[in-house]
Structures are given as structure tokens and as C-alpha cells.
């Protein structure tokens, strides 16, 4: 079975400041590998997505992702981010063979410091 | 990407009534789309997977004779939460896995439902 974990619940970063979100997954084969974002109350937006190929990968609003295997993770990143980035972040994993449902890790709130 | 529509948005119903919830695949065929169910302040737990033409699977722990998954159409997958309770109050959202026989696929989620059960 496939399983994500967020190490951190919440995170609180000042504006203009770097950002990084932690995912580890478990799953016994290559995974696809997915970071949403979710506003109050809204539905989820895909920020980017990793099936293969280069384990950096870039998305939109300019995060991007890189896959590790050795460390079975796929940490999310951006350099500076904006008070527009204060959100709920899921990281899920999904698989073929699962019949493509994704497991979504618990989600890390970002709170943005003016 | 697809575009996923879910009807209603939001709904407050009684206690022991049915609530149907809408999922409209706008610009392809999904012969498979998904229901996940959100509290609040938590993650998305998968409820069941919708199947075209054929019975939804149903993850554990979750009543299939309560949450009615219907697939009558590639294009429409609908949730009914019959005789619901405040515990069910939630949000609803689903998602379609790519298009037919895709293997690389993404899922596309649908705005979700809030059902507030009073």
C-alpha cells in the first residue's frame, strides 16, 4: 500500500523568504508523485507533478520539486515566496497499478509573515 | 488540463434527508473518477473509486449503502449521502484519473461540495 507523510503541519514564513515542504512516500514501485495546493474552503490546484525523467521538476507560481529515491521523498521549494502563497499544501502519491487514486499526506499550512 | 465541474458548491440539508452531489467530466471521458472526503482542518481520504457502467469500490471503512456512488455516463459520476447525519457533514470533492487508458495521468479535482448537515 501506498502512504505520504507530511513531517510538518504547519510552517510560518516571513514574505520574500525561501520555502520548503517536506513529503516522504512509501510505495514498493516508482510512484507518480503530486503537490497541490488548496485555499480555504476551495478545491485543489496542481502546482506540479513528477512521473519520470528529471527528478527536478518546475511548476506553476514558480515552485518546483525534486524526487529523491534514495531518500524516497519529493520536498517542495520556493525561493521567495508571496503572502498569495498562504495555503494549504498536500503532497500525494499515486501509482498505475493502483488504478491512478492518489494517497494524499496529511498537508502542511503555510502562513506568510508581512 | 480537464476541467472537472462538481454541483452543488455547497448545500445545508436536514438530518435524515439525502443529498445528491454532482461530478461532470467537461471535455473528456472518464471511465473512472474519485470521491474523497475532507474534514476540516485535515487531509483527503479516498472514499471510493466510481467505475463506469459497473459498481463503485468502496475503501474501507467507508458504507457503500450510505455514500451511492452512480457512473451511469462517461461524463457524470454522482454521490449520494442518504439519510444524512451531522457527523457526515464535510467536504466533498472528487477527481478523474486522466483519460481512458492513460498511464501518465494526472488527476483533475472538481471545485468540491460542502455538505452541512443540521
Known amino acids: 500500500a501506498q502512504s505520504v507523510t507530511q513531517p510538518d503541519i504547519h510552517i510560518t514564513v516571513s514574505e520574500g523568504a525561501s520555502l520548503e515542504l517536506r513529503c516522504n512516500y512509501s510505495y514498493g514501485a516508482t510512484p507518480y508523485l503530486f503537490w497541490y495546493v488548496q485555499s480555504p474552503g476551495q478545491g485543489l490546484q496542481l502546482l506540479l507533478k513528477y512521473f519520470s525523467g528529471d527528478t527536478l521538476v518546475q511548476g506553476i507560481k514558480g515552485f518546483e520539486a525534486e524526487f529523491k529515491r534514495s531518500q524516497s521523498s519529493f520536498n517542495l521549494r520556493k525561493p521567495s515566496v508571496h503572502w498569495s502563497d498562504a495555503a494549504e499544501y498536500f503532497c500525494?502519491?499515486?501509482?498505475?497499478?493502483?488504478?491512478?487514486?492518489?494517497?494524499f499526506g496529511g498537508g502542511t499550512r503555510v502562513l506568510v509573515k508581512p | 488540463g480537464a476541467v472537472v465541474s462538481q454541483h452543488p458548491s455547497w448545500v445545508i440539508c436536514k438530518s435524515g434527508t439525502s443529498v445528491k452531489i454532482e461530478c461532470r467530466s467537461l471535455?473528456?471521458?472518464?471511465?473512472?473518477m474519485f470521491w474523497y472526503r475532507q474534514f476540516p482542518k485535515q487531509s483527503l481520504m479516498l472514499m471510493a473509486t466510481?467505475?463506469?457502467?459497473?459498481?463503485?469500490?468502496?475503501e474501507q471503512g467507508v458504507e457503500k449503502d450510505k455514500f451511492l456512488i452512480n457512473h451511469a455516463s462517461l461524463t457524470l459520476s454522482t454521490l449520494t449521502v442518504t439519510s444524512a447525519h451531522p457527523e457526515d457533514s464535510s467536504f466533498y470533492i472528487c477527481?478523474?484519473?486522466?483519460?481512458?487508458?492513460?498511464?501518465?495521468?494526472?488527476?483533475?479535482f472538481g471545485q468540491g461540495t460542502r455538505l452541512t448537515v443540521v
Open positions: 477527481s478523474t484519473s486522466g483519460g481512458q487508458g492513460a498511464r501518465n495521468t494526472e488527476a483533475f
Open positions: 500525494a502519491v499515486g501509482a498505475y497499478a493502483a488504478g491512478n487514486k492518489l494517497t
Open positions: 466510481s467505475n463506469e457502467g459497473s459498481k463503485a469500490t468502496y
Open positions: 471535455d473528456f471521458q472518464a471511465t473512472t
